[in-house]
């Protein structure tokens, strides 16, 4: 099952400079893995260390946020896409 990726500017250099990357997956958790086994520096910019995803790290699928739905568990359609956007923060 493909899902596309689209990560943001911040990250792409730790893709070797890509805004899109193909991975497998039928979940958003499982396709994050396939995203670190191409990727394995991206790892440490998203996962917690624990299984989870940084705090700062939003992630939506085809536009809805996991947070309000399953979490990494959150199943991803085949050509589905995962965004990752870091959190903003500032006064």
Same mark, same amino acid.
């Given at each position: 099952?493909?899902?596309?990726?689209?990560?943001?500017?911040?990250?792409? =250099? &730790?893709?070797?400079? &890509?805004?899109?990357?193909?991975? =497998?997956?039928?979940?958003?958790? =499982?396709?994050?893995?396939?995203?670190?086994?191409?990727?394995?520096?991206?790892?440490?910019?998203?996962?917690?260390? +624990?299984?989870?995803?940084?705090?700062?790290?939003?992630?939506?699928? +085809?536009?809805?946020?996991?947070?309000?739905?399953?979490?990494?568990?959150?199943?991803?359609?085949?050509?589905?896409?995962?965004?990752?956007?870091? &959190?903003?923060?500032?006064?």
């Amino acid at each position: 099952m493909a899902v596309t990726v689209k990560l943001p500017t911040q990250l792409r =250099a &730790a893709a070797g400079g &890509a805004s899109k990357i193909e991975v =497998a997956g039928e979940t958003v958790g =499982a396709a994050l893995e396939s995203l670190y086994a191409q990727h394995p520096e991206l790892k440490d910019s998203l996962s917690d260390g +624990d299984g989870g995803l940084r705090r700062f790290v939003n992630v939506y699928v +085809d536009g809805e946020d996991v947070r309000f739905g399953d979490g990494l568990a959150t199943p991803v359609k085949d050509g589905g896409e995962i965004q990752v956007l870091p &959190a903003v923060a500032g006064g």
